[in-house]
């Protein structure tokens, strides 16, 4: 079957005054799937979700939605995308209801079609019981439905979600994936920023990891995780032994080891897991270093936008 491109970004820079947000950033996202855009605080993800969904020009580059060139007409490209933006965009003095239907009617429907289209997404998003409160009242992941609702009354083909599930509970978060994902069955095609790792990996069927305004690396999770090759031993230790297992350890295996000081665990990359798994544990009781938790694993993700990006400082 033949692939086509819903999203393409061409060496798209943009500077804030002296600061380079984007690099010759390019990025490509399928049609009818799940497309994500990893990065630590302050990469770039929100100011290239900006520049595709026509909100800020770039300096340099071309990006096309859908087929059509967002620079060059934005006003066409908005009738084909929607984005639910990191900060809410929704009124908090109108109810969930007033929103959807204020919105609807911003897109053009008529007063009768704008109450339906209301109901429709109050329905979808499971918003029911709230619908007719005020939405400065709404919880975080209410509110969170509200703002993707109102990115879907003019039912886009291309969605931009920037960091849909910010801050919500493990529960509401599965709640929403399902929604994503049910759009996705639909045929809408999902751009989304995570600093979670897990949901890239549980959601999006491509990658692309950003860090200081470059694209650093790109793939399918199973691809990304290929790349870092290597198993990881993980280790915890008490906060005053922290220190000297490290140095014993990197002497060990003569090489630096990865220090963790809000987690006290050590991180290292193995070649030979379980035979160096036994002498991470001769050389640490050697040391007489109490070991808390010892584990060897494949690499997640999170091991490879660890090993990728630089930590995300800022
Ligand atoms: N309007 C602006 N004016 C000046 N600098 C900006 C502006 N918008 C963003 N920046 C800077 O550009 C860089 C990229 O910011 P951006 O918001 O795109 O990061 P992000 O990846 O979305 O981060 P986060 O995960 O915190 O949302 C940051 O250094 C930020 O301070
Ligand atoms: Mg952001």
Redo the contacts with the bound molecule.
């Keep these: 079957m033949r692939q086509t491109n819903a999203i393409i970004v061409k060496n798209v820079t943009k500077h804030?005054?002296k600061?380079t947000?984007l690099e010759s950033v390019s990025l490509r996202a399928q049609q009818g799937r799940v497309t994500g855009l990893l990065?630590?605080?302050?990469?770039?993800?929100?100011?290239?979700?900006k520049i595709m969904t026509t909100l800020l020009p770039p300096d340099k580059g071309d990006v096309s939605v859908d087929g059509i060139d967002v620079v060059s007409n934005p006003r066409m490209a908005r009738t084909r995308l929607g984005l639910a933006g990191?900060s809410a965009a929704v009124d908090g003095f109108l109810t969930g209801r007033e929103t959807l239907t204020m919105v609807a009617r911003l897109y053009g429907l008529g007063a009768k079609q704008a109450k339906k289209r209301a109901q429709e997404l109050i329905d979808r998003l499971g918003l029911q019981d709230a619908a007719n409160r005020q939405a400065k009242t709404y919880s975080g992941g209410m509110r969170r439905r509200l703002d993707l609702g109102a990115s879907l009354v003019a039912t886009p083909k291309v969605l931009f979600l920037?960091?849909p599930t910010t801050g919500l509970d493990p529960r509401t978060r599965l709640q929403l994936w399902e929604i994503i994902r049910d759009l996705v069955k639909q045929g809408v095609t999902i751009l989304l920023?995570t600093?979670y790792l897990d949901e890239a990996d549980a959601l999006c069927d491509y990658i692309y990891v950003?860090d200081k305004?470059k694209m650093i690396i790109e793939g399918t999770a199973d691809d990304l995780k290929k790349s870092l090759g290597q198993d990881i031993i993980e280790v915890k230790v008490s906060e005053k032994n922290l220190n000297t297992a490290m140095l014993v350890l990197s002497k060990m295996l003569k090489r630096d080891v990865e220090t963790d000081e809000l987690t006290r665990r050590l991180r290292l990359q193995t070649k030979s897991g379980a035979d160096d798994l036994l002498k991470v544990a001769a050389t640490l009781r050697k040391a007489k270093i109490k070991v808390e938790e010892l584990n060897l694993h494949r690499p997640t993700l999170d091991d490879v936008f660890l090993a990728v990006t630089d930590g995300g400082s800022?």
């Design positions: 804030f005054g600061l947000a990065g630590p605080n302050g990469a770039g993800k929100s100011t290239l979700i990191q920037d960091e920023t600093e950003i305004g800022n």
